[in-house]
T-cell receptor, first 112, second 111 residues
Framework: NAGVMQNPRHLVRRRGQEARLRCSPMKGHSHVYWYRQLPEEGLKFMVYLQKENIIDESGMPKERFSAEFPKEGPSILRIQQVVRGDSAAYFC??????????FGSGTRLTVV | GQQLNQSPQSMFIQEGEDVSMNCTSSSIFNTWLWYKQDPGEGPVLLIALYKAGELTSNGRLTAQFGITRKDSFLNISASIPSDVGIYFCAGAASGNTPLVFGKGTRLSVIA
């Protein structure tokens, strides 16, 4: 039973480009969460999704960031027109209906 | 928004010593979790606490869920070099609500 799979592990983008981060939850998990971690900081919640629905996006920046979790396929966190301040580690977690969070290994985004 | 205050920020200890770290919150959580993060990896769950007053052990690790539901501590006994890493507390209001994380305790173990 594979864990939470995130790809790519490392992503380098020039300022103004788009970044797409993917997360495949554990089998049987229908809840997906995205977190951002800056160096020397804890994880900050961004968005919580269930299949085809955004449940809570209170941690998402109002512009340039979007997330989806389609009926088929992985959850996608999309950052448009990236800026240097978007450089961070982005973690995805998934959980089943009963709760309990499993984290992926993260995507490290570097904006140059 | 909700915040967790985690202390200490960092610790340097001798191998074999016991370690204690804690988290406090201004609001109530119904779930407390403790994670360890190694460099370049995601957080890995160490201990989950679901009931106020609960004391749970996992090998050399022991954690407690405070009676007020606003605090938790983690103890590591007889530390070893592989305990090195960043330890995070996290709280959730209920089953699937998003986690709120502390800023972490960076543990260094001197052999």
């Amino acid at each position: 039973n594979a864990g939470v799979m995130q790809n790519p592990r490392h992503l380098v983008r020039r300022r103004g480009q788009e970044a797409r981060l993917r997360c495949s939850p554990m089998k049987g998990h229908s809840h997906v969460y995205w977190y951002r971690q800056l160096p020397e900081e804890g994880l900050k919640f961004m968005v919580y999704l269930q299949k085809e629905n955004i449940i809570d996006e209170s941690g998402m920046p109002k512009e340039r960031f979007s997330a989806e979790f389609p009926k088929e396929g992985p959850s996608i966190l999309r950052i448009q027109q990236v800026v240097r301040g978007d450089s961070a580690a982005y973690f995805c977690a998934s959980s089943p209906d009963a709760g309990g969070y499993t984290f992926g290994s993260g995507t490290r985004l570097t904006v140059v | 928004g909700q915040q967790l205050n985690q202390s200490p920020q960092s610790m340097f200890i001798q191998e074999g010593e016991d370690v204690s770290m804690n988290c406090t919150s201004s609001s109530i959580f119904n779930t407390w979790l403790w994670y360890k993060q190694d460099p370049g990896e995601g957080p890995v769950l160490l201990i989950a606490l679901y009931k106020a007053g609960e004391l749970t052990s996992n090998g050399r690790l022991t954690a407690q869920f405070g009676i007020t539901r606003k605090d938790s501590f983690l103890n590591i006994s007889a530390s070893i070099p592989s305990d090195v890493g960043i330890y995070f507390c996290a709280g959730a209001a209920s089953g699937n609500t998003p986690l709120v994380f502390g800023k972490g305790t960076r543990l260094s173990v001197i052999a």
